[in-house]
C-alpha cells in the first residue's frame, strides 16, 4: 500500500466537498462515497477485496443498509463479532 492511500481525518472531512475522493486505499475509498450518501459505489469498492480492513467497511456497509445476514458473514471474514451499538449513537465523520 503507498503511503497516499493514508489520510488524517481532517483531510477525509475537508475531502467530502470535492467531486471525487483523493487517492485512499479502497476501504475509505468506500467510506468517502459512503460519506458522500453513494452506497452503493462504496458497496462496489470492497465486497470483492481480500483484506481484513475492506472486511470491517463492507460489514459495516450491510450493517447499515439492514442486511445483518451479509453483516455478520462479512465480519466472520475477519473473525470479529457483529456490533451491536445502534449506528446512530455511534457517532459522524
Do not use: C
Request: glycine share 4%; hydrophobic share 45%; charged share 25%.
Amino acid at each position: 500500500m503507498s503511503l497516499e492511500a493514508f489520510v488524517t481525518l481532517k483531510e477525509f472531512r475537508d475531502s467530502l466537498a470535492n467531486m471525487s475522493p483523493p487517492s485512499m486505499s479502497p476501504p475509505l475509498t468506500a467510506l468517502w462515497h459512503d460519506a458522500r450518501g453513494n452506497w452503493h459505489e462504496a458497496h462496489r469498492l470492497v465486497q470483492d477485496v481480500d483484506n481484513a480492513n475492506a472486511a470491517w467497511v463492507h460489514a459495516y456497509l450491510h450493517r447499515k443498509e439492514g442486511n445483518i445476514e451479509n453483516a455478520v458473514a462479512a465480519r466472520r471474514a475477519v473473525r470479529r463479532e457483529l456490533a451491536t451499538e445502534r449506528l446512530d449513537r455511534v457517532g459522524t465523520l
